[in-house]
């Protein structure tokens, strides 16, 4: 897969696929082996490492730690024509992502609370639908019925 030509010029995080916007986005890079990402993706990553095995390089598997990982800081022509990119530091980013985990803790209980409810409800509209099944084809036989009394009448 090397030279694709197709996709030159487009810089991803090879975690979540998305661009790499150096300007807007809080970057980090391995310095072992240079690989970059978004900040919060990577610290997604190290907290899905520490699950089992050693921390790593999603892209090469170089093993690293949170040591070895170093914000990116970019400088741009066009800063002072858009001051709102420099005053949106990261402080707020980093605040706290203990809590950020008890949310998504809090939404994945959520969801798989939903997908049960619905399963449930799934298996009761199926016995209301056989049920409803039913009780058409009683009707379509009482409609016979009748129609053939009203002849004979
Ligand atoms: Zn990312
Ligand atoms: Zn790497």
Redesign the pocket.
Not at 32 to 35: A, E, F, K, L, T
Not at 57 to 62: A, D, F, S
């Given at each position: 897969m090397v030279g694709g030509n197709n996709t030159f010029g487009k810089t991803i995080c090879s975690i979540c696929y998305e661009d790499l916007k150096p300007l807007v986005e809080d970057l980090q890079s391995?310095s072992?082996?240079?690989?970059v990402f978004h900040e919060l993706c990577l610290q997604q990553w190290f907290e899905y490492c520490t699950n089992g095995k050693k921390k790593n390089?999603?892209?090469?598997?170089?093993t690293?730690s949170e040591v070895n990982v170093g914000r990116l800081y970019f400088q741009s022509v066009g800063d002072t024509n858009d001051p709102s990119t420099l005053s949106q530091k990261p402080r707020d980013c980093e605040e706290n992502p203990e809590e950020l985990r008890r949310e998504v803790k809090r939404l994945e209980g959520k969801v798989s609370g939903l997908s049960l409810a619905l399963e449930s409800q799934q298996k009761e509209f199926n016995d209301v639908s056989e049920e409803v099944v039913d009780f058409f084809i009683i009707c379509l036989v009482a409609q016979t019925i009748r129609e053939k009394e009203r002849k004979l009448i």
């Open positions: 391995i072992i082996c240079g690989h390089c999603p892209v090469c598997k170089q690293c």
